[in-house]
């Protein structure tokens, strides 16, 4: 098959250099010169573990291209993937679809023969049926089919997740459609990946049901968590309990300190603007938002009751920028609130990241080190935010040894407090009382 990808962003790129690595063709096109001229010179502009070297060696075989020209090779597809950001809209939380039918615009000008056009994007309902009308009347000859194909993968775990999916969704109307999208996820299905087809509106609320129930869930155990520390009761041993229960699953239970990332928050958000839209408002999706929101600040107070109340003038230091680990991504990151929260209350915060490092120094107005023991130096605290792999297995003796005051406030609950307790520290964690 001949795929185009318009938008190289996250999606488009990891699901372009999949694609290609299933044996298609693939052009991926965006307008940011800079990003394809960076592209075409294998420099990738965002951090997936393995994208390096997919991308690399898929152009290597010349299935995977990079170019700011959209209508030639969307003359030549079979398929044209939208996938274009779709950031929430200032002032009222909808997603703004600004960029989905400016390529669609484009798109519509370039069709030659029949051509499947899906958005891989995450779009409200209804997005689908505006893309099939813009492009219709900008081209009334053109011969198309517009599919829903949302894309379900996780930053940090993306190649895996696109290329052993729990399910792919394709919302259609059009029996042409239907037979170029199994071509396309062929390879998919031989490796027993199950293809759910659906009508396009359908579809399009998957996505956002999808990620609306694990905000839900997260929060759920977060407000378990809670409860926990004011019952005497341990939230992972509540995790485990009710997540061996098979219709609960044991996934999305790590309480913590509230969802972050370009996704959830987002979605969220535009799933609640649909349903109040619609008169069917979704009270769960709107307590979610709001429970999330404020637990974020929140956990800036656990930390200063931590360090027993005051942190004015005090050094604390931070582990993990990123709103999760393997991913350089600090969109709504709970650090943001941790340390705005710290700092209002007078604190001096040291900040560390594996990779965050860069993006987070446009966010945030800290002191940034080279590494967790530089940024625990002479601290008063140290609050692990994110569980990167770098911050499981610390040198707690040498962290104590440069801190102020051993005290580690740990919103992951990546240890115990026996273990930290033998070394010195005074430990804090998520949903357990002692
Ligand atoms: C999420 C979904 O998991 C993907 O399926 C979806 O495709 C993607 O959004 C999207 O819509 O594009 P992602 O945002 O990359 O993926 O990250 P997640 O691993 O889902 O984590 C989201 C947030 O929830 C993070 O802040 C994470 O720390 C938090 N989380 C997750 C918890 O606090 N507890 C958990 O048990 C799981």
């Known amino acids: ?11 488009g790129l990891v699901s372009g250099a999949c694609f290609a690595d299933f044996g298609h063709t693939v052009v991926c096109v965006d307008k940011a010169a800079e990003k394809i001229e ?20 898929n152009v290597k075989a010349n ?44 798109i519509a000008d370039a ?112 407000e378990i968590a809670d409860l926990c520390e004011r019952v005497g009761a341990d939230v992972q041993d509540v995790s485990r309990g009710i997540g061996l229960d098979g219709r609960i699953g044991s996934k999305f239970l790590h309480a913590g300190p509230g969802y972050g990332g370009s996704c959830f928050p987002k979605d969220t958000l535009a799933l609640a603007k649909t349903a109040q839209d ?4 979704m009270r769960l999706i709107e307590t979610t938002i709001a429970v999330n929101d404020s637990r974020k600040r929140a956990m800036g107070r656990k930390v200063i009751a931590a360090v027993g109340g005051d942190v004015r003038g005090k050094k604390i230091a931070v582990f993990g ?32 990241d594996p990779e965050g490092m860069e993006n987070a120094k446009q966010l945030l107005d800290i002191e940034f080190t080279s590494g967790p023991y530089e940024a625990a130096d002479g601290a008063d605290a140290a609050v692990l935010v994110t569980e990167w792999n ?33 070394h010195g520290f005074s430990y804090t964690s998520i949903g357990k009382s002692s």
Not at 1 to 11: A, F, K, L
Not at 176 to 191: C, F, G, H, I, Q
Not at 392 to 402: G, N, T, Y
């Open 1 to 11: 098959m001949r795929i185009v990808m318009v938008g190289s962003g996250y999606v």
């Open 38 to 57: 960076a592209l075409n010179k294998g420099v990738i502009p965002i951090f997936e573990p393995g994208l390096d070297q997919l991308v690399e060696s």
């Open 63 to 106: 299935r995977l291209s990079f170019t700011t020209e959209l209508a030639g090779p969307v003359a030549d597809a079979d398929v044209v993937f939208i996938a274009v950001g779709t950031p929430s809209r200032r002032g009222d939380g909808h997603a703004d679809l600004g960029y989905v039918y400016a390529a669609a615009r484009e």
């Open 111 to 222: 069709i030659k023969g029949f051509t499947v056009i899906v958005t891989k994007s995450t779009v409200p309902v209804g997005t689908g049926d505006e893309v099939e009308r813009i492009i219709r009347e900008a081209n009334p000859d053109a011969d198309f089919a517009v599919v829903s194909n949302p894309e379900f993968l996780r930053e940090g775990a993306a190649i895996e997740d696109f290329k052993r999916p729990d399910r792919i969704v394709v919302g259609l109307v059009d029996d042409r459609a239907r037979s170029v999208m199994t071509e396309v996820y062929r390879p998919l299905y031989l490796n027993q990946s199950p293809i759910l087809f659906t009508g396009r509106r359908t579809s399009e609320l998957i996505k956002y049901a999808a990620n609306g129930f694990l905000a839900m869930k997260i929060t759920f155990i977060n």
């Open 278 to 281: 619609n008169e069917s408002p």
């Open 321 to 352: 920028l990123t709103f999760k680990p393997n991913t350089d991504d600090m969109r709504d990151s709970p650090a943001i609130s941790v340390i705005q929260t710290l700092k209002d209350a007078g604190a001096i915060v040291a900040g560390y």
């Open 390 to 422: 770098e911050f499981r297995a610390l040198d707690l003796e040498r962290l104590k040894s440069v801190m102020r005051t051993p005290i580690l406030v740990d919103l992951r609950n990546v240890y115990r407090k026996s273990e930290l307790e033998v």
